[in-house]
């Protein structure tokens, strides 16, 4: 298995839901990773999980919270969103270093009316 | 912080002819420049990345080459084919920063 899977492909939420992004990688990578991606944008870092601990925290909003139950599975729990957090959430794991050779997920589009 | 300048935004070659990215970065202490590419609605994929060690680095059709003196790396494609046409991404990364600064996106159009 060489694909990072990430469940929903799609979420539409209020402002007042809580809701889970999840993501599962079989590659034994360490280091996994959450992106937020606007259109026609690059992604923007969000957070990186290191052997299962948070190393970065790219001063993200408290409604974005990271969890990472394992070394395969990483979880984006969101709560009282807005609607400009509406974009493409990408999830991405690395065999080496962090931040080098990044496999990326297909995504949540997420839509926050 | 690292700042990463990519240009053009929009290039659009003939089948065939070569296409040729640009990035410039400012922190010299930047070590490792990778190359993402991004179909429409898909995934961002690397196609290729080189270390700060490493002048010039080639698979098959891609090429990347850096000049770490003048602070810019570059991604050179020949014999475009149709399922180049993408969202180029190149990324730097600052040494112990732990984290990829992307440059803005290139959209590269093959012609048939």
């Known amino acids: 298995d060489t694909e990072v899977t990430q469940t929903p492909k799609h979420l539409v939420m209020g402002m007042t839901n809580k809701k889970s992004l999840k993501c599962e990688q079989h590659?034994?990578?360490?280091?996994m990773y959450w992106y937020k991606q606007k259109a026609k944008k690059p992604p923007e870092l969000m957070f990186v999980?290191?052997?299962?601990?948070?190393?970065i925290n790219e001063s993200v909003p408290s409604r974005f919270s990271p969890e990472c139950p394992n070394s395969s599975l990483l979880n984006l729990h969101l709560h009282a969103l807005q609607p400009e957090d509406s974009a493409l959430y990408l999830c991405a794991s690395s065999p080496m270093g962090v931040n080098e050779k990044l496999f990326f997920g297909s995504g949540t589009q997420l839509s926050v009316l | 912080g690292e700042n990463v300048e990519q240009h053009p935004s929009t290039l659009s070659v003939q089948e065939g002819d070569s296409a040729v990215i640009k990035c410039t970065y400012s922190d010299s202490a930047s070590n490792y420049f990778p190359w993402y590419k991004q179909e429409l609605g898909k995934r961002p994929q690397l196609i290729i990345d080189?270390?700060?060690?490493?002048g010039e680095k080639k698979d098959q059709r891609i090429a990347v080459t850096l000049n770490k003196t003048a602070k810019h790396f570059s991604l050179h494609i020949t014999e475009t084919q149709p399922e180049d046409s993408a969202v180029y991404f190149c990324a730097a990364r600052i040494q112990g920063a732990q984290k990829l600064v992307f440059g803005q996106g290139t959209r590269l159009t093959i012609n048939p």
């Open positions: 590659m034994g990578h360490r280091a």
């Open positions: 999980y290191s052997y299962e601990k948070l190393s």
């Open positions: 080189i270390r700060s060690n490493v």
